[in-house]
Nanobody, 126 residues
């Protein structure tokens, strides 16, 4: 089971950029992804990347603004967030599949099929 630790969250002005990192230990040759939970809302999917890093998938609200990437040699995953909006404010969670290498193993997975980090807070101000 992967152990995941996020970093890089903070306070940023709308329109600016921020990059989140996720350090993974354990067996990580599976798909990984990012989720977020805004205050008072359910956790939602943000982005997924397959085991090799060659396939990605995004939720519509971040398509064209966020970029997910990974470096398997370093056991790291990243989320580059550009043109941040107020509605991007949330706790961002790193997740790793326990079952598969495709992006579907993140997007369509029940929560119990994923390993989770502790989350990092991103606050976008006006």
């Amino acid at each position: 089971q992967a152990q995941l630790v996020e970093s890089g969250g903070g306070l940023v002005q709308a329109g600016r950029s921020l990059r989140l990192s996720c350090a993974a230990s354990g067996f990580t040759n599976y798909a990984m992804g990012w989720f977020r939970q805004a205050p008072g809302k359910d956790r939602e999917f943000v982005a997924a990347i397959n085991w090799s890093g060659h396939a990605t998938y995004y939720t519509d609200s971040v398509q064209g603004r966020f970029i997910i990437s990974r470096d398997n040699a370093k056991r790291m995953m990243y989320l580059s967030m550009n043109n941040l909006k107020l509605e991007d404010t949330a706790v961002y969670y790193c997740a790793a599949s326990r079952t598969g290498g495709s992006t579907g193993a993140i997007v369509q997975a029940p929560p119990e099929n994923l390993s989770w980090g502790q989350g990092t807070l991103v606050t976008v101000s006006s």
